[in-house]
């Protein structure tokens, strides 16, 4: 099942959050220590905007992906989309898909254009699984973020939703 998370969902939410920091933290641009900081009432106000919609097997949240639209009216056309993941043990089922799917229609229902997003260089995987999905490159923002002191480049995708 594919929903819209709510704040019922906070601890299910926070738990996956931070098991994939800790087994892919190239995926997300928040560090473990800082997800840990993050008050729950900021998590809360994210969850009951809708901002995260959740893939489910049975009660079990196991993938979710973010989509945050513009803030100031010049920006409402667009929506920044991620982090988005998958727990290991629900790969390969296609809830990858179906969870930008879900936030692809969730977009185009708020009126959004395009739907904007940053991977890891080194990460190709992700990078096909956009491009299936209609995500096109559109740069490369190098030494994108230091991690372990290590500068990492991230690939800038975006999709025209009303092309």
Known sequence: MIRALTADDLGAYRSLWLHGLSADPSAFLLTAAEAVATPDSALVAKLSAGEVI????????????????GGPARLRHMADLGPLYVHPTARRRG??????????????????LQLELCVDN???????????????QIGLRPRSVIVDGQSRDDVLMLRQLDA
């Not at 959740?54 to 639209?69: C, I, K, P, Q, S």
């Open 122 to 136: 080194q990460n190709q995987g992700a990078q096909a699984l956009y491009q299936a999905c209609g995500f096109q």
């Open 54 to 69: 959740g893939a489910f097997d049975g009660e079990t949240l196991v993938g979710f992906v973010a989509l945050r639209r």
């Open 95 to 112: 809830l990858a898909r179906a969870l930008l799917d879900a936030a692809v229609e969730a977009a185009l229902q708020m009126g959004v």
